[in-house]
């Protein structure tokens, strides 16, 4: 084999495993869905493109046996299926995920609206953090009040695509201007608390508040 044959191939290898990607992309198709690359004049990074991390690999929940709780400090626990949550009434924006490793990444989410989640749970007004846990063990938390001031949203679908399992199916939570590893992916469990709550990388010396552009660790006396 020619030289520059075996440095192609060494090169696709690499940029393979390094998750290096090309900056221009072509929309996929994920289960006869097909994914869009605008939205209100916005560019969108391609599902292929968009960077990802997590603790233990890919999660892949069953849609018909899938339940979402919420409880804690709430007057109606819930134990929502997948159809219960996409039958909420939805909404749509254009988010930059930001991950502390340097990359991001720009993505139209669409899901339900956290407020909306609480008002059906009927939340306590003694609630001041939102704990999200996911399938894989994962954990982090938010201040309720940022949650409501910025009406974030837990995702279902990205870029007008039923949200991949990569990418979090059945749902994301969508921090804007929060650092990635406030992106909790896999949901399962929503918990309102009124203590504080550091996460699985929080417990780990990341900064619990996650503002992008702030510092990403925390100092600790």
């Not at 940029?15 to 560019?43: H, M």
């Not at 780990?204 to 990403?216: F, H, K, L, S, W």
Request: proline share 5%; with cysteine.
């Amino acid at each position: 084999m020619k030289p520059i044959h075996l440095f192609l191939i060494f090169f696709s290898v690499f940029i393979t495993v390094s998750g290096c990607v090309s900056e221009r992309g072509e929309p996929g198709t994920y289960d006869n869905e097909t994914e869009n690359l605008s939205y209100e004049g916005e560019s969108l990074t391609p599902i292929a493109q968009q960077r990802n991390n997590a603790i233990r690999g890919t999660q892949y929940i069953d849609r018909e046996s899938y339940r979402l709780q919420v409880d804690g400090l709430v007057e109606n626990p819930l134990n929502l299926n997948y159809e219960e949550i996409t039958g909420l009434p939805q909404t749509s924006k254009v988010v930059d995920l930001n991950c502390v490793e340097g990359w991001s990444f720009t993505a139209k989410w669409t899901g339900v609206r956290i407020e909306d989640l609480f008002e059906k749970a009927g939340a306590m007004e003694n609630a001041t953090t939102v704990i999200f846990y996911s399938a894989d063990g994962y954990s982090t938390s938010l201040d309720k009040d940022y949650l409501l001031e910025n009406d974030i949203i837990l995702a279902y679908r990205l870029n007008d695509v039923t949200l991949p399992p990569d990418r979090g199916f059945p749902l994301q939570l969508v921090a804007e201007n929060k650092y990635g590893y406030k992106w909790a992916k896999w949901i399962v469990r929503i918990e309102l608390s009124d203590s504080p709550y550091r996460g699985y990388w929080e417990e780990r010396g990341y900064n619990n508040t996650a503002d992008v552009g702030g510092p990403e660790l925390e100092r600790r006396e």
